[in-house]
């Protein structure tokens, strides 16, 4: 069963008075269920776009998206609500989501202890170096135990230590069918998932 099934897409930026910019010129993929993709390609090549089509956060300007409901997203610029505390950011997509709060708050505290925030729970995010940030924004995106994370670029602010630890935390997904999509520069992330395509002048190879 897929969780992911994209056909054509296109994306063009208009700008007036500019030329418009084509950065996606015919996608095709699908995921299934636990299945782990990396995404490689080069700075400005539309990585980030393309996640943001796939989670609905952006629009296409043709083609189609079809994905399942439960989509945790890790944005590259980590995105947290800067005056909730790092445990507030962690449980807010549940509220959404109608999960019972006892169990938000046993997910989100099980996820900060695994990145190792267990101390810094009742922080601010712009307390936190950017990799703290990171590893926060990537607890929230599976507080709800989504069926597929879409990350762009989960460890690209981390130590080589701290980002094994998030591949290893990524890898374990999948044993509870979770599926991943994953932009990344590292090959070592890369190395985790079962299959790697490259975004090359507007195509998925
Ligand atoms: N809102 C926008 N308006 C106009 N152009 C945009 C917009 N968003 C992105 N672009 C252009 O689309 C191209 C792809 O951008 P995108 O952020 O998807 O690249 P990326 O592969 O994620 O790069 P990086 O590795 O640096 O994060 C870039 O040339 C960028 O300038
Ligand atoms: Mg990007």
């Known amino acids: 069963m897929s969780v992911l099934e994209v056909k054509n897409l296109q994306k063009f930026f208009k700008i007036p008075g500019c030329k418009p910019v084509h950065v996606l010129k015919g996608v095709d993929f699908s995921v299934k269920s636990g299945e782990r993709v990396a995404i490689l390609g080069r700075s400005g090549s539309g990585k980030s776009t393309l996640l943001h089509i796939l989670g609905g956060l952006l629009k296409p300007s043709s083609g189609t998206v079809r994905r399942c409901a439960n989509i945790g997203f890790v944005f590259q610029a980590y995105h947290l609500m800067p005056e909730l505390t790092v445990l507030e950011n962690v449980v807010l997509p549940t509220m959404a989501r109608g999960m019972k709060k006892a169990k938000a708050y046993e997910n989100a505290s ?9 101390d810094r729970i009742e922080h601010l995010p712009g307390e936190l170096s950017g990799g703290e940030r990171q590893r926060v924004a990537l607890a929230r995106a599976l507080v709800t135990e989504p069926e597929l994370v879409l990350a762009d670029e989960p460890t690209g602010n981390l130590d080589a230590m701290t980002g094994a630890g998030i591949l290893e935390m990524l890898t374990r997904l999948s044993n509870r069918k979770t599926a991943l999509v994953m932009v990344t520069h590292s090959l070592e992330a890369a190395e985790i998932c079962d299959r790697t395509l ?8």
């Open 110 to 118: 099980r996820l900060l202890n695994e990145v190792g925030l267990t």
């Open 198 to 205: 490259k975004l090359e002048n507007g195509i998925l190879v």
